[in-house]
Nanobody
Framework: QVQLVESGGGLVQPGGSLRLSCAAS????????MGWYRQAPGKQRDLVAG???????KYADSVKDRFTISRDSAKNTAYLQMNSLKAEDTADYYC?????????WGKGTLVTVSS
């Protein structure tokens, strides 16, 4: 019922920045929480950042002070500003949205941090 479309991934040098977007569409009543998980090859999928409908945020310790999550509720879109990127940030980033007891996932966007 809900589809998430991610954009903004790509190749960036260490210390650079990228901005990810996640737009929700479909039969949406309300989205409680939106955010991103990430997964590198051979590793588990871990939370990067999340934001509630009220604006409360949480971040993985590894990205605090470097990443900022925000949302535009009118557009049903979340944004992840990623600054001071490190090689260890390289992963597939998956947008998620939670609503009415359901969790929806984007198909992922690849972020590669390399010189």
């Amino acid at each position: 019922q809900v589809q998430l479309v991610e954009s903004g991934g790509g190749l960036v040098q260490p210390g650079g920045s990228l901005r990810l977007s996640c737009a929700a569409s479909g039969r949406i009543f309300a989205l409680n929480t939106m955010g991103w998980y990430r997964q590198a090859p051979g590793k588990q999928r871990d939370l990067v950042a999340g934001i509630t409908s009220g604006g409360a945020t949480k971040y993985a310790d590894s990205v605090k002070d470097r990443f900022t999550i925000s949302r535009d509720s009118a557009k049903n879109t979340a944004y992840l500003q990623m600054n001071s990127l490190k090689a260890e940030d390289t992963a597939d980033y998956y947008c998620y949205a939670a609503s009415a007891g359901m969790v929806y996932w984007g198909k992922g966007t690849l972020v590669t941090v390399s010189s």
